[in-house]
């Protein structure tokens, strides 16, 4: 069995680095291409979970369209696929990297793992362009790795053999586990300990981060506003890692520079995140990872979504649906610091046990007769 690992964003790299890992605990021939659709926050996880690329297509250009971007990579992995022939090729998630390489590897007769399948808001344009791609790959995946139940019934509902979706659980915990026990046994980098120096004792912590493509015209800018409006509390001290997007940018600095008890941060590394939600009140986020991230810490996540595909987290009582709207992220935000409180007093992650990885190549290696 040869394998093709490909990714191109840094939660890619998150939930693929599990994978890689017990590649190479089990002796399976592998290669590893990244198309470095995020390079700098890529970078950083990469040199975290010391993964070495085979194949750096550094695709990453100032102001790319996703047509664009789709065009490189269709062109720069089709040389690579005739050259490398892999058996099975593995995507993950739902990026513009990981359609785009799971079309090529179908246009090429080369089969395809979905990693963390199933997801959906049947809503092609929440979150855009991530609903479509997710959702096209597995129309033509070979192998559905999905991480919940319902992600698994999602795609029954859409008519995709069972026998093809293996239930795994979601290697992002497989990843966060590695990342907790090393933090927990001590681990610091500098930045780590510029972080302990930035955060004020005695202070109620925020963490806020912000990148959906859907919130870039007006969302941003209310999501900002609601941030001002929770800055007046002296108790409190936001810590907001901004995208290196620079439409983010624009916005965030824009309206938050010089606010008081706001700190604009440069992007954090994997372990800094981490290191953060351990040490935050709650969050306040679109990003899916942190969705699945911060049941592990028992920490609250106010969505700024109108719609979520991780609904698990909703359900478990980890994640709170309050769209864009500086009126909603204000009503949960003073509850949540007038009245602080967990989903559940012990901490069960709705979206796995941590052994999602081993499963994964298990099935391979079954199926491959490895």
């Known amino acids: 069995m040869k394998v093709f690992v490909c990714f191109g964003t840094r939660p890619e790299a998150i939930k693929m680095a599990p994978i890689i890992q017990s590649l190479r605990k089990y002796e399976v021939n592998h290669r590893i ?12 996880v990469m040199e975290f979970f010391k993964i070495e690329p085979d194949f750096d297509l550094d695709l990453m250009k100032p102001g790319q369209n996703l047509n664009l971007l789709s065009a490189d990579i269709f062109r720069s992995i089709n040389e690579i696929l005739l050259k490398e022939a892999p058996e ?6 739902d990026t513009t990297t990981a359609f785009i390489i799971a079309m090529a590897a179908f246009n090429s007769g080369i089969r395809i793992g979905h990693i963390e399948a199933g997801l959906r808001t049947y809503n092609k344009n929440s979150p855009f362009p991530e609903e479509a791609n997710r959702q ?29 979706i293996y239930f795994t659980g979601n290697t992002v915990v497989d990843a966060l586990v590695f990342g907790k026990k090393l933090l ?11 972080l302990k120096l930035k955060l004020i004792s005695g202070k109620k912590i925020i963490l806020v981060t912000g990148h959906r493509r859907e919130n870039f015209e007006h969302g941003l800018s209310e ?12 108790d409190v001290q936001i810590i907001f890692p901004v995208h290196l997007n620079p439409i983010v940018k624009k916005i965030v600095h824009g309206k938050l520079n010089s606010v008081a008890n706001i700190d604009l941060i440069e992007p954090v590394s994997y372990p800094g995140l981490l290191w953060l939600m351990m040490r935050c009140n709650f969050i306040i986020s679109d990003s899916g990872g942190i969705q699945e991230e911060a049941p592990s810490f028992n920490k609250i996540t106010l969505v700024t979504r109108e ?4 609904t698990e987290a909703v359900d478990a ?45 298990k099935v391979l290696m079954n199926e491959f007769k490895v």
């Open 33 to 44: 291409c990244i198309t470095a659709q995020h390079r700098e926050m890529l970078d950083q």
């Open 88 to 93: 099975i090729v593995l995507v993950q998630g």
């Open 136 to 164: 096209m790959i597995s129309r033509i995946a070979d192998f559905h790795f999905v991480p919940t139940k319902k992600s698994g019934d999602n795609l029954l509902r859409e008519m995709i053999s069972v026998d093809k």
């Open 184 to 194: 927990q046994s001590g681990y610091e980098n500098e930045e780590i300990r510029h």
């Open 223 to 234: 999501i900002c506003e609601a941030l001002k409006e929770i800055a007046n509390r002296e």
């Open 307 to 310: 719609e979520t595909e991780r």
């Open 317 to 361: 009582g980890f994640c709170i649906l309050t769209g864009a709207s500086r009126d909603k992220i204000l009503i949960e935000s003073m509850r949540l610091l007038d009245k602080p409180g967990n989903p559940q007093k012990e901490t069960i992650n709705p979206f796995g046990d941590g052994k999602a990885a081993k499963k994964i190549v």
